[in-house]
């Protein structure tokens, strides 16, 4: 047996595994999960063998960078990544879905396309006219289940059937939720802060 053999079967691994990225939401999560504990020196090992492999693997690159772009806050490496892996197309594109009250409150359901099947979700319960009872941010999620025009089973969602809705329908429930919410003078679930710029145009409006 070759000694080199060893090595090559490890570095056959670490390809299949690369390229799963492309397809598999769990491969991606736990790729950016175990990539988002490294110290820095180590993210940077880490994007210098993408550097070397991506090129030769049959997946798009932004498969194997997007997902640690997505945990990645320094500036400089997330610069080096957006280089690597190009211009996303369809990015920032959303899509909404809303169901009806069931259980005392309103299902929405945002999905914003990230790349290829992937999206990121957000999913809150609102009560009708009222506050915004939860918010959950799925940074990471399979988008085939979410086609257009389809009506979506809510039992993952909170209940119900949702039916897509024209995006601007979602965020005034959503925005109008989140004016009474200030209102009452009740804090906002924290991952709100990270979508505040869905509803600032509703917000001023209903302020005044």
Do not use: N
């Amino acid at each position: 047996m070759s000694p080199i053999e060893p090595q090559e079967r490890a570095l056959g691994a670490w390809r299949v595994w690369l390229e799963a990225l492309a397809s598999d939401v769990e491969a991606a999560l736990a790729a950016a999960f175990t990539y988002v504990d490294l110290p820095r020196d180590v993210r940077k090992v880490w994007l210098d063998a993408l550097d070397a492999d991506v090129p030769t693997l049959g997946v798009p690159a932004v498969a194997v960078y997007a997902p640690l772009l997505a945990v990645e806050e320094d500036e400089e490496l997330r610069l080096r990544m957006q280089h690597a892996m190009g211009p996303l197309s369809g990015r920032s594109s959303w899509r909404a879905w809303l169901g009806e009250p069931s259980g005392g409150a309103i299902t929405a359901l945002l999905v914003r396309t990230l790349y290829l099947d992937f999206v990121e979700l957000l999913i809150c319960r609102v009560v009708p006219d009222g506050e915004l009872l939860s918010a959950t941010h799925e940074p990471l999620s399979d988008g085939r289940r979410f086609k257009e025009g389809a009506s979506i089973d809510g039992a993952p969602f909170g209940g119900g059937t949702l039916r897509q809705v024209p995006m601007e329908d979602a965020v005034e429930v959503l925005a109008h939720a989140v004016v009474a919410q200030r209102r009452q003078g009740r804090p906002l679930p924290e991952v709100m802060a990270r979508f505040s710029y869905l509803f600032t145009p509703i917000y001023a409006g209903s302020a005044r």
